[in-house]
């Protein structure tokens, strides 16, 4: 029996069901549920940074954004077993625990984003952001990076540039191609490379409104992660917001990935720019693994919206999702996460920037916090079959990590945010060694699969 994974430029691959598990998932799932490496890993346990496969095998988590505050954290699971133990009811009764974690979200934000809708999802919070932004400005027109991914959802799907979706753009959307500065660039070369980028989204802006679509919003991942964490200058962001409020617009920050402090010194990915958003999207890493995803906005926007809406949604607002993530910020204050992020991060970074400057593959270590990317190149070119090929040898020495960018070239390091300095250690020598393998050709021998997230 076959599965199918996706490669992250969308490519379909074929997985081999070696194992009766495997088997069962297809035969019931079906085949088109993506999994990660060439033999799809069984995971049966997971503490802190560390996972273990059914056999006993310890892996070391570089991977995954989801468990934050990390795997099986047990202050997450007290919270959410003493909210399943006592009342966890339809978002429609008044509970304590939404309102406490509410509040104490809001607190994180500028003064003006000041009301929070909670949702299941980054997909579902993405949509219910673009809704609302259709409403306020009365036009449908969208701004969206050429290589992103914002969620599932339909109208999402139109406008999915970053991997492999059945429905075609919308003719209300438009891309827009977001400047990578090289490390080494100068003033000079920075300002003429915004320059050009800015004039694409005069460009941009209109067309949509020459199509009929006036400009609605502008949807983006503060980090640009699945571009593949390009260097983004301030001006950029900057001039791009200006535009795109100019032209009637609101600017969307989809944190799903930027946000709770995974970019170290900020506790969201927006604040590295120093721009406000009108609306700001959230997601994955919130609950630490239970569903919950949020809208945070402007009173007049919610009133606006909730004035014309009866906007319900049945889970969100409840104890238990609610219970996990006030737990995930209560870890995230005691532990000081973000700051460890920001000092972790940096001395991996700085660690790794010394294979760029030996390593034949390596060309570029780029990100922030503890979300970092290893870009590999040979002679000069992309090399996404290396890549994939150091994802399966980084799971042979017992870390997880995988890969993003429009050509599948950047390593992705992006562990929960509990990762420490040894830990740190760890990877930086799984990959220093299996970085000589590469160099000894062995890479090249083998055809490279993987998958993404
Ligand atoms: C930036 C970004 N936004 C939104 C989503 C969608 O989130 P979800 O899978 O929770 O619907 C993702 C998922 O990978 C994402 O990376």
Do not use: C
């Not at 009342?87 to 509040?103: D, M």
């Not at 919003?217 to 409020?245: I, K, N, W």
């Not at 995803?293 to 238990?320: C, H, I, K, M, W």
């Not at 006030?326 to 972790?344: G, N």
């Amino acid at each position: 029996m076959t599965a199918v994974g996706y490669a992250s430029n969308g490519q379909p691959r074929k997985v081999e069901a070696h194992s009766q598990l495997l088997g069962r998932r297809i035969a019931t799932l079906g085949p088109y549920s993506p999994l990660f490496y060439r033999e799809p890993l069984e995971l049966v346990s997971g503490s802190g940074v560390w996972v273990s496969d059914r056999q006993g095998q310890r892996y070391l988590d570089a991977y995954n954004n989801v468990p934050h505050v990390g795997h099986s954290n047990p202050r997450v699971r007290e919270a959410v077993a003493k909210a399943l133990g006592t009342i966890n009811i339809n978002s429609r009764y008044l509970t304590e625990q939404p309102i406490a974690y509410a509040e104490r979200l809001l607190a994180t934000f500028a003064p003006q984003l000041d009301r929070v809708m909670f949702t299941n999802s980054g997909s579902e919070s993405n949509e219910l952001a673009l809704r609302i932004a259709r409403q306020h400005t009365a036009s449908d027109g969208v701004l969206i990076s050429d290589f992103s991914y914002h969620g599932n959802t339909t109208s999402l799907a139109q406008m999915t540039t970053g991997l492999q979706v059945a429905e075609p753009l919308g003719d209300h959307v438009r891309p827009i191609r977001i400047p990578d500065v090289p490390q080494d660039a100068s003033a000079q070369e920075t300002a003429s490379l915004v320059s050009s980028a800015l004039a694409e989204v005069d460009r941009a802006i209109d067309l949509l409104t020459a199509r009929g679509h006036r400009l609605s919003a502008v949807l983006l991942d503060p980090s640009f992660s699945t571009e593949g964490l390009p260097r983004v200058p301030v001006s950029y962001l900057r001039g791009l917001v200006e535009r795109v409020h100019k032209a009637g617009g609101l600017y969307i920050a989809d944190e799903v990935q930027s946000g709770f402090g995974r970019l170290g010194s900020w506790m969201w990915g927006h604040q590295r720019f120093g721009v406000d958003p009108d609306l700001v999207t959230l997601g994955k890493p919130m609950g630490n693994g239970i569903p919950i995803g949020a809208v945070v906005l402007p009173d007049g926007l919610l009133e606006e919206f909730g004035s014309r809406n009866q906007y319900f949604n049945t889970f969100a607002t409840t104890a238990v999702p609610s219970s996990a993530a006030q737990a995930v910020l209560d870890v995230m204050a005691d532990e000081q996460l973000a700051a460890r992020a920001e000092q972790i991060g940096r001395a991996l970074r700085e660690d790794l920037t010394g294979y760029a400057l030996t390593d034949p593959f390596v060309s570029d270590v780029r990100g922030q916090g503890l979300y970092l990317g290893i870009e590999l190149t040979v002679a000069g070119e992309p090399a996404p079959a290396l890549a994939g090929w150091l994802s399966e040898a980084l799971r042979e020495r017992g870390v997880l990590a995988s890969r993003i960018g429009r050509h599948d070239n950047v390593m992705k390091v992006r562990p929960p945010l509990v990762f420490g300095s040894q830990d740190a250690r760890t990877l930086a020598s799984a990959l220093e060694d299996a970085l000589a393998e590469a160099a000894q050709g062995e890479w090249a021998r083998h055809a490279a699969v993987g998958g993404r997230a």
